[in-house]
């Protein structure tokens, strides 16, 4: 019996906090502006046309010579790497970041294929100065 009491309790503080109720159940007076045709908002600022001159620098897309000329420093052996690692963790670009990131876990997977294939290797050379 207490703990009726407990949960009827609880449940008159929820409907007191959430407000009068309107015709279909929901709470109301939570939007006071204008409101247009079937209660939407009505909003009075303009849509912003969002093209890529609009757009901040941190989110303008990298062209396709971009990428072409990113590609072409990643494939230079140290300042790649240099690049890569840079280019990873900074936050000026996102798209430049993010292809950085893509480059550096190819890197490392090339990295790991090499070291099974160079193991591998290396294995098969003590089997074949062993038995010939």
Same mark, same amino acid.
């Given at each position: 019996?207490?703990?009726?009491?407990?949960?009827?309790?609880?449940?008159?503080?929820?409907?007191?906090? =959430? #407000? %009068? *109720? $309107? !015709? /279909? &159940?929901? +709470?109301?007076?939570?939007? =006071? #502006? %204008? *409101? $247009? !045709? /079937? &209660?939407? +908002?009505?909003?009075?600022?303009?849509?912003?046309?969002?093209?890529?001159?609009?757009?901040?620098?941190?989110?303008?897309?990298?062209?396709?010579?971009?990428?072409?000329?990113?590609?072409?420093?990643?494939?230079?052996?140290?300042?790649?790497?240099?690049?890569?690692?840079?280019?990873?963790?900074?936050?000026?670009?996102?798209?430049?970041?993010?292809?950085?990131?893509?480059?550096?876990?190819?890197?490392?997977?090339?990295?790991?294929?090499?070291?099974?294939?160079?193991?591998?290797?290396?294995?098969?050379?003590?089997?074949?100065?062993?038995?010939?």
């Amino acid at each position: 019996m207490a703990e009726n009491n407990t949960d009827n309790q609880s449940n008159q503080q929820w409907q007191n906090q =959430s #407000g %009068p *109720q $309107g !015709q /279909y &159940g929901g +709470p109301q007076g939570q939007y =006071s #502006g %204008p *409101q $247009g !045709q /079937y &209660g939407a +908002p009505v909003y009075s600022q303009a849509p912003v046309d969002m093209n890529e001159n609009n757009l901040p620098y941190r989110f303008r897309p990298i062209s396709m010579w971009g990428y072409f000329g990113y590609q072409f420093l990643f494939a230079i052996p140290v300042v790649g790497l240099i690049l890569a690692i840079v280019w990873s963790f900074s936050s000026d670009n996102i798209n430049r970041r993010n292809y950085a990131r893509s480059q550096f876990c190819w890197l490392i997977i090339d990295l790991i294929i090499f070291a099974i294939i160079v193991a591998v290797a290396g294995g098969l050379g003590a089997l074949m100065t062993r038995y010939y």
